[in-house]
């Protein structure tokens, strides 16, 4: 194996420092916003097993 290809392939695996944190923030932003609905007595649109749905949680269930 060259260096050149251990160079090529520890870039590969560096991660975009803009991408970092996002599924973290997502997952974040989405329990917020099931929390929201819960409080309101609304539900949320989500794409789920390929259709768009709506998820409606009971105000005394905990995520």
Known sequence: ???QSVDSAQKERR???DLVAAEVAMK???RK???RAR???TGVV???EGQIV???Q???AKS
């Open 1 to 3: 194996m060259s260096n």
């Open 15 to 17: 991660r975009d420092p």
């Open 28 to 30: 974040r932003a989405a």
């Open 33 to 35: 916003a099931r929390d």
């Open 39 to 41: 409080q309101t007595g």
């Open 46 to 48: 989500v794409w789920k």
């Open 54 to 56: 709506e998820e409606r």
């Open 58 to 60: 009971d105000s005394s």
